[in-house]
């Protein structure tokens, strides 16, 4: 109870957290080393991996490459099955720690590990599995796009990318920021907008054929209420393999509200037009969205 009395005493303080948590540090190549810790512990997110690589009896006799391994969260729960792994981490500070792990389990022998850019490297063979969690919401600040779209050239034919498919969606709403904050995703709920129309889907990415990494889109919205929108509410829905999902958590793909490029008086029942611009892999204070 103590605990939820700190919590409560500092729901303010705390509306920020998240974000400042999952914003990219250049110092340390990558996330600051809280944000490890948050992901390690998401039941959900390692959970929902896990039923992946199960439908796919944990790679057994496989050959997989994943891409940013970090603390090899998911990487322990499936390189026991494995014929031969790549593991490709960009963060240089983590080589020790998984150097460590793989010769403490006795997974080195087959593990080819490699630190440097996924988007750049060759692989010296065709693999069975492709694995990457480098997502973020709309994956416009993470690589997730980039990264599949060179990596899948080294899949077998008839191989499997985990994810397949991310699918984006958006609500007008109303929110509260802060300056000089465009975006925030949502840690606790009494920091959720008032939400004032239908959601509707903005784009969806096949991992397998994406070539585009700069969209523009537009989604026709119907208002449930009058009233006016400063923002829109982002889902991301993954989807792992099919029938396993992921649609988001506080540790990857949070629900984020974000600014509106401008203020629009909605009227309940009479449609308006979404437009959406962004780019993946840059920066989410890059994106425009705008109702017209």
């Known amino acids: ?12 303080n705390l509306k920020y957290a998240l974000l400042d948590a999952q914003t990219f540090n250049p110092d340390h190549y990558g996330f600051p080393e809280i944000y490890y810790k948050v992901m390690e512990t998401d039941k959900v997110r ?14 057994k006799d496989a050959v997989v490459c994943e891409a940013g391994v970090g603390t090899l969260a998911l990487t322990q729960h499936f390189l026991p099955y494995v014929k031969k792994a790549y593991l490709i981490e960009y963060n240089p500070n983590l080589t020790e720690f998984i150097k460590d792990k793989l010769a403490k389990n006795g997974w080195a022998h087959k593990v080819e590990f490699i630190v440097g850019d996924a988007m ?8 069975d599995y492709i694995v990457g969690e480098l997502m973020s919401i709309y994956c416009a600040n993470e690589y997730q796009v980039q990264i599949f779209k060179h990596l899948r050239q080294f899949l077998k034919p008839g191989g499997k990318l985990i994810p397949e498919k991310i699918i984006n969606l958006a609500q007008l709403t109303h929110g509260e920021f802060d300056d000089p904050h465009k975006h925030y995703p949502i840690l ?9 129309s239908t ?3 903005v784009n969806t990415i096949d991992l397998y054929k994406e070539e585009a990494l700069h969209i523009k889109k537009e989604t026709t919205l119907t208002p449930y209420l009058s009233g006016k929108a400063n923002s829109i509410l982002m889902h991301s829905l993954i989807e792992l393999a099919e029938g396993i999902n992921f649609t988001g958590t506080d540790s990857l793909m949070p629900p984020t509200v974000m600014k509106l490029e401008n203020e629009v008086n909605l009227n309940a029942g009479k449609d308006v037009v979404l437009h959406s611009d962004y780019q993946y892999g840059t920066n989410l204070d890059l994106a425009k969205f705008s109702v017209k």
């Open 1 to 12: 109870m103590d605990l939820l009395y700190k919590v409560i005493d500092n729901f303010e």
């Open 46 to 59: 390692v959970g929902a991996y896990i039923k992946a690589f199960e439908k796919y009896n944990m790679f």
């Open 120 to 127: 750049k490297l060759v692989l010296p063979e065709k693999v």
């Open 188 to 196: 606790f709920t009494r920091h959720w907008p008032e939400l004032l």
């Open 199 to 201: 959601q509707g889907l």
